[in-house]
């Protein structure tokens, strides 16, 4: 078998030839598992308990920048030195121009930027209570800011954290508090021993072992590509065309749980990701989790299936551009998704069909659920009939993305006669449209709302805009020392 073309390292072109995978890609799975040893080693040996977070940051970054320098080759360096340029602009202008944002590569250096903007250059009654608890009042470090972006959790396939978060983490601050379930709130629970990880990280190995074998031996009979076969096209049913769309879409999503739920286990396993404990009392941890499964197989809705599918990124196409855009910002956030995710034509189709689905769905739903709702047996009509269209309508939308170029996706959509496309701007056109109101989502408020307390200590670490990471460090490592002695 011929060597695969890569910029990364060639070591493990037997592995790829005798599984028959492309080398990146085995090459990706193998750091990612390495990645997980060393979580556990990191959580174990260099915890926030045991060494200063100044060694912490050291550690992440260099293992992170390892594992890019292995898939990607010397094109890692990209990471470092737009890392560097980044945090050089944002010192030189001091974030203020970021209503105008160049379109940087990462999502971590965009949110890092409107999240010190927020922090530093707008007042607090500007803000909404989302941003307020994101706010960061201080200019990062260089190595806090290389350590958020390059650390070896999260280099490789994410997901993306807020700066707030990820420093909590490294301080070893996470653990002395716990976000209600109504009111957003933290409470310091000294009494509480440290939650351990390791449930939450078998199971997520588990449905990422399902998802593999999934996608291996079920995936591969099932491609998207079928849907323009003109053989099929010409024999096929309408009723087995439909189901055909569905079942091919279905088959290719677990490619998406595995590389998702391994990233959030592998953060899980060096103790990132807690978010305090539930009504019973159990640990939670799914601080950063990108998807939420049952919710996406069992959406009866546009909405509920986005909110539930790449939720970090979900959060920040709507911290960076929804809040924040004045005119149609349900337009301009899928136009962003789309050149986030690269120059193929099928994004773009993906998301403006997105847009006039999405738009569409929420007039219906706006003016049609209320009907629905007593008795039970009406109810549950509903949500057969709306779980039906959601799953069509999600698998129409997204064929471009999968196919990616411009003849097989205008293939695909007229030999639907562009059917759901034309549906959806008739409603948009018959039905009354409401505004929705920004900023005002309660559950990210609850997740999210930081309290006074927590920002006035941020404050109090952050008096030296610019003092070395160590100096905050050793403060925070007293902190917790005295955590662990009342706990004694």
């Not at 250059?121 to 260089?142: H, I, N, W, Y």
């Not at 009723?239 to 391994?262: D, G």
């Not at 959406?299 to 599918?309: A, E, Y």
């Not at 805009?465 to 160590?470: E, G, H, I, Q």
């Amino acid at each position: 078998m011929a060597t695969t073309s890569t910029t990364g390292s060639t070591l493990l072109q037997p592995l790829s030839n005798a599984v028959q995978l492309p080398i990146d890609q085995v090459n990706f799975v193998v750091c990612q598992l390495f990645a997980l040893l060393a979580a556990v080693w990191f959580r174990t040996y260099l915890h926030s308990s045991k060494t200063s977070c100044f060694i912490r940051h050291v550690v992440a970054t260099l293992l992170g920048l390892y594992l890019a320098l292995f898939c990607f080759g010397w094109y890692a360096l990209h990471f470092l030195v737009q890392s560097g340029i980044s945090y050089c602009i944002m010192i030189i202008i001091g974030v203020e121009n970021m209503h105008n944002p160049m379109m940087i590569i990462t999502q971590k250096i965009t949110s890092l930027a409107y999240e010190i903007h927020d922090g530093m250059f707008r007042k607090d009654e500007e803000l909404t209570a989302s941003q307020r608890g994101l706010a960061v009042r201080r200019m990062p470090s260089l190595l806090e800011y290389l350590s958020y972006n390059c650390n070896f959790m999260g280099i490789l396939a994410g997901p993306l954290c807020s700066y707030k978060d990820y420093i909590t983490f490294i301080e070893g601050r996470s653990y002395h508090m716990t976000r209600s379930g109504e009111n957003g709130k933290e409470e310091i629970q000294n009494e509480r021993a440290e939650p351990s990880p390791n449930v939450a990280v078998i199971q997520k190995l588990l449905v990422c072992g399902l998802s593999l074998l999934f996608h291996l031996t079920i995936s591969n009979t099932l491609p998207v590509e079928y849907n323009i076969d003109e053989n099929f096209q010409a024999t096929a049913s309408w009723p087995t065309k439909v189901i055909y769309l569905y079942v091919s879409l279905l088959a290719a999503r677990p490619k998406y749980y595995f590389a998702w739920t391994l990233a959030d286990a592998i953060n899980n396993a060096a103790g990132f990701g807690f978010r305090g404990y539930d009504e019973n009392g159990t640990a939670r941890w799914d601080l950063i989790s990108n998807l939420r499964i049952q919710q996406i197989e069992m959406s009866t809705s546009f909405k509920m299936f986005l909110d539930n599918w790449n939720i970090q990124t979900a959060l920040w196409l709507k911290r960076v551009c929804y809040e924040r855009a004045s005119l149609s910002p349900t337009i301009q956030t899928f136009v962003l998704s789309a050149i986030w995710h690269g120059v193929y034509p099928g994004y773009y189709l993906t998301f403006l069909t997105g847009v006039v689905m999405t738009l569409a769905a929420r007039a219906m739903r706006n003016n049609f659920r209320h009907y629905f709702i007593k008795p039970p047996q009406l109810k549950l009509l509903y949500d057969v009939i709306t779980w039906i269209v959601t799953q069509i309508a999600i698998s129409y939308t997204v064929v471009p993305f999968v196919l990616l170029s411009v003849k097989p996706s205008f293939m695909f959509y007229s030999s639907w006669y562009y059917g759901l496309h034309v549906a959806g701007i008739l409603v948009l056109l018959l039905l009354p449209v409401k505004k929705t109101q920004r900023g005002k989502n309660t559950q990210e408020n609850v997740q999210l709302a930081r309290s006074k307390k927590f920002d006035e200590r941020e404050n109090s670490l952050g008096q030296n805009s610019f003092s070395t990471t160590n100096n905050v460090c050793n403060q925070n490592q007293e902190i917790a020392s005295r955590h662990s002695s009342l706990k004694q």
